[in-house]
């Protein structure tokens, strides 16, 4: 099971566009959202999460946590313990751990950038302590993907799909959204 955690000022593209991606590659994704399901995104378009954080209850089944930026939704996501516990389920067994734009900034505040390779938006590059900088608008360092933001969302997605099914997978729904 693949989580996207939304909070109440998450930016819309930079976590619905990696959900559908990965929907259309076979992935089972749930959305997350922190304090209830009705969420207020970062330019006010309100998205109804799957479950509200708090029917989150056992981790076993996870693949994959995953981060949108947007402010103030970073801020909220880093304040939720379900996001925090999630993430570090994810560092401790190896899975797969996605954020982009500021989102990146929770990881670093964790320790789990230390010595990695690493994007953020750029004003939140002082919050990814002990990271090794990346040229790259999406940037993979093992079971760790991150990203600058919301222009680079549809290349997240097929990084992060690409992460959970296949280079191949990944290939044919770039090719299938006509992305270049």
């Known amino acids: 099971m693949v989580y996207v955690f939304l909070a109440d000022g998450f930016e819309e593209i930079e976590a619905l566009t990696p959900v559908d991606i990965l929907r259309r590659g076979g992935v089972e994704v749930i959305t997350v959202g922190v304090g209830k399901r009705n969420i207020s995104g970062s330019h006010k378009i309100c998205v109804s999460a799957d479950i509200a954080d708090s029917e989150l ?22 304040k939720c313990e379900t996001v925090i516990n999630a993430v570090k389920y994810c560092a401790e067994n190896n899975l797969v751990i996605g954020a982009i734009c500021a989102a ?41 993907i ?35």
Request: charged share 20%; aromatic share 4%; hydrophobic share 40%.
């Open 104 to 144: 990146p900034s929770v990881l670093g505040h964790l320790g789990l950038l230390d010595n990695r390779r690493a994007v953020c938006y750029p004003s939140f590059e002082t919050e990814l302590r002990g990271v090794i900088p990346c040229d790259d608008f999406v940037c993979r360092d093992g079971n760790i």
């Open 57 to 78: 209850k056992d981790l076993t089944n996870t693949e994959a946590a995953i981060l949108p930026g947007g402010m103030p939704g970073t801020l909220n996501l880093e």
């Open 146 to 180: 991150t990203a600058k933001g919301m222009g680079v969302s549809v290349d997240f997605g097929l990084e992060l799909l690409a992460a959970l099914k296949g280079a191949e997978t990944a290939e044919s729904v770039r090719n299938s959204i006509q992305c270049p």
